[in-house]
C-alpha cells in the first residue's frame, strides 16, 4: 500500500517568534485526494495558534490570514516572552524538527471528485504547528498539514513531477521517496528526543580533544598539587592577577545578554494620541462664548460675540545612529542586531516620556508641567506638606477641577511621592491610598486611579510634585513613528555598518482647565 505526501508550503520563524508558511497551496490535491479552491476560506482577522492541534497548548496566534496566488499565506507570533511551550516550539522549528502547518475546519460546501473532494467553502478553526502531517481528528471534521522543510520539499517536488498522472487518476509515489519520508521522520524524532533532554552546563557538547593550551595548563596544575611547587611559587599563583596565572583561567561568557531596568513615562496610555501627515497641525480654541442677560419686555438687548485662538502642534525630530562593524554582526551570540532595534524604542521612549514631562517646546515637545495656564495650588509649607491635616491638600485638588474632567482624572506622581502619601491615613485609621483588588489594576486616591510617572518632581521646596486631571487635555502628535535605516555603504571601506534611527514627535497641552498641579511652597 503506497503513500503520497503532499508538499504544503514554507515555515520560517525569526527571534521574536514571528513564523510566515503556506497553511494550504491551491491548484493541487492532499493525500487522500481533497482540493480546496481559492475563495473557500473565510475573511478573518485572527485565529489561534496551537501545537499539534492539542487545544490545551495554545502556543500563540495568527494576527495575518489571506488568500494569495500561492494559497493560504499567514503570520503569526510565538508568544516566547509569556507561554515556555512556545519558547521550545522555536527552538524545535529553528532546529528542523518542526517543519510543517496544519488546519483544522469544517467543510460547508463541496463536489465530489473521483478520488476526493472539491471544497468550495469551509469554516477555518485553527492553524497549528506539527512535526508530522495529521489525520482527520475526533474533534475537527478535516485536518490538512504542510511540511515545510526545504531539503524534503525538493526532494518531494521532484517525486510530484515524475509521477504527476493524468486527470481524476491517483497519484503514485515510488518506494524510494517512501523509504526517504520515513528516514527523514525518524531523523525529526532523534532530534525532538534530543531537545527534550536536560541541558548540561557544556549545552550537551562534548569537550573537543584539541581543547586549548591555556586550559590544559590550568587543569594540568590543579592534578599536579601545591606540594611539588615552591612555597613562594604557590603564594603567587593567583587568578585576581593575569600574570601571576588569571590567564591560565578559562574564561566562559554566557548567552544571555543582562540589561539594566530603564523607566520612562507611561503617559502615551493616557494622553491623546493623533498621527498627522502635515509638519504641523493647528486647534482652534474658544476663549470667550455669548452671555445672556435678563431684560424687560421692551428693554435693549445687549450684544455679545465669541473670541477665538490657535493652538498649534509641531513635531520634533528625534535621532541618533550607532556604528556596528560587520565582524561583530557576523559573530555576535545575542542577536545584535535585533537588540540594537529594541534599545532604541527603549532609548526613544525613554527620552520622549522626559520631554512629556518637562519638555521646554523649544526643539522638543510641550511637557504638561510646563505648559502654561495650567491652575496651580500651594501646599502652604515652604519644603514639605502641612504636618496637620496634609490630605486637606488632595482634597482641594481633586474639588479644583470641573465635575466632568474630575470623573475622568488621574494622579500623576513618581513612586517616591507615592511612597509618602500611602502613608497618610484618615480619622478613623483607614488609608488614603487603596489598593487594586486584582492584579494589574491601579491604586487609587480619593477614587481616581494613581499613575506612577518616574520623571515627575519629588517633594521639595519649588517642586511640583502631583499633577491632577483629564488626560485627554494632553495631546500627543505622530509624524513619523520610530523608523530604522541600516547603511551598510557609507562605511563600507572601514568593514562597519551605520543603524540610523529616528523619529518625529510633538505635544501640547490643548485644554489647560482640565488639569490642576499642586506646587511645595508656603
Request: hydrophobic share 40%; with cysteine; proline share 5%.
Amino acid at each position: 500500500m503506497s503513500e503520497h505526501l503532499e508538499i504544503k508550503g514554507s515555515l520560517s520563524v525569526d527571534d521574536a517568534g514571528t513564523i510566515t508558511g503556506i497553511a494550504w497551496p491551491f491548484g493541487s490535491a492532499d493525500r487522500v485526494g481533497d482540493i480546496i479552491e481559492k475563495g473557500a476560506f473565510p475573511a478573518l482577522e485572527s485565529l489561534p495558534m496551537l501545537f499539534a492541534h492539542d487545544q490545551g497548548q495554545v502556543i500563540g496566534v495568527w494576527d495575518q490570514i489571506a488568500e494569495s496566488t500561492e494559497g493560504l499565506s499567514v503570520k503569526g507570533r510565538l508568544l516566547v516572552d509569556d507561554v515556555e511551550r512556545a519558547r521550545e516550539v522555536r527552538a524545535m522549528i529553528r532546529s528542523k524538527a518542526v517543519t510543517g502547518l496544519s488546519i483544522g475546519f469544517v467543510t460547508k460546501a463541496s463536489k465530489p471528485r473521483q478520488r476526493g473532494r472539491t471544497i468550495t467553502a469551509l469554516d477555518l478553526h485553527e492553524i497549528s504547528v506539527v512535526a508530522v502531517p495529521c489525520h482527520p481528528g475526533a474533534q475537527i471534521t478535516s485536518i490538512k498539514a504542510e511540511d515545510g522543510t526545504a531539503a524534503n520539499k525538493e526532494k518531494l517536488m521532484e517525486n510530484e513531477i515524475e509521477n504527476t498522472p493524468e486527470a481524476n487518476t491517483d497519484p503514485v509515489v515510488s518506494e524510494e521517496a517512501l523509504a526517504e519520508i520515513k528516514a527523514l521522520r525518524n531523523d525529526m524524532n532523534t532530534v525532538k528526543a534530543k531537545l527534550n533532554r536536560p541541558t548540561a552546563a557544556n549545552n550537551n557538547h562534548p569537550a573537543p580533544a584539541n581543547d586549548n593550551s591555556e586550559r590544559k595548563a590550568f587543569v594540568s596544575y590543579l592534578r599536579r598539587g601545591v606540594e611539588r611547587i615552591a612555597p613562594d611559587e604557590v603564594k603567587a599563583l593567583t587568578v585576581a592577577t593575569d600574570a601571576n596565572g588569571g590567564f591560565l583561567a578559562p574564561e566562559e561568557f554566557g548567552n544571555e545578554l543582562i540589561k539594566l531596568l530603564s523607566e520612562f513615562s507611561p503617559i502615551r496610555q493616557y494622553a491623546r494620541v493623533v498621527s498627522i501627515s502635515a509638519p504641523e497641525i493647528k486647534y482652534p480654541r474658544r476663549v470667550t462664548g455669548t452671555a445672556a442677560t435678563w431684560v424687560g419686555e421692551t428693554d435693549d438687548r445687549t450684544e455679545s460675540g465669541m473670541t477665538f485662538e490657535q493652538v498649534t502642534l509641531t513635531p520634533h525630530e528625534l535621532a541618533t545612529f550607532t556604528d556596528v562593524s560587520n565582524q561583530l554582526l557576523e559573530d555576535n551570540a545575542y542577536g545584535l542586531e535585533g537588540e540594537l532595534i529594541a534599545d532604541y524604542a527603549e532609548s526613544f521612549g525613554k527620552t520622549e516620556g522626559v520631554a512629556f514631562i518637562k519638555g521646554t517646546g523649544t526643539g522638543q515637545p510641550k511637557g504638561i508641567m510646563t505648559a502654561s495656564g495650567i491652575p496651580e495650588l500651594k501646599t502652604g509649607v515652604a519644603a514639605t506638606f502641612p504636618t496637620t491635616d496634609p490630605a486637606d491638600v488632595l482634597i482641594a485638588m481633586y474639588h479644583g477641577i470641573a465635575t466632568t474632567h474630575a470623573n475622568n482624572g488621574v494622579w500623576l506622581m513618581n513612586r517616591a511621592t507615592l511612597g509618602t502619601i500611602r502613608q497618610w491615613k484618615d480619622s478613623t485609621g483607614r488609608y488614603l491610598v487603596l489598593d487594586p483588588i486584582s492584579a494589574g489594576g491601579a491604586s487609587t486616591l480619593l477614587g481616581r486611579p494613581i499613575v506612577e510617572m518616574p520623571d515627575m518632581d519629588s517633594i521639595g521646596a519649588g517642586k511640583t510634585p502631583i499633577l491632577f486631571g483629564d488626560m485627554s487635555g494632553y495631546r500627543i502628535i505622530d509624524r513619523i513613528g520610530l523608523s530604522t535605516l541600516r547603511d551598510p555603504f557609507s562605511l563600507a571601506g572601514k568593514g562597519q555598518v551605520r543603524f540610523h534611527a529616528r523619529k518625529r514627535v510633538g505635544a501640547d497641552v490643548t485644554h489647560p482647565d482640565r488639569f490642576i498641579k499642586l506646587k511645595v511652597a508656603a
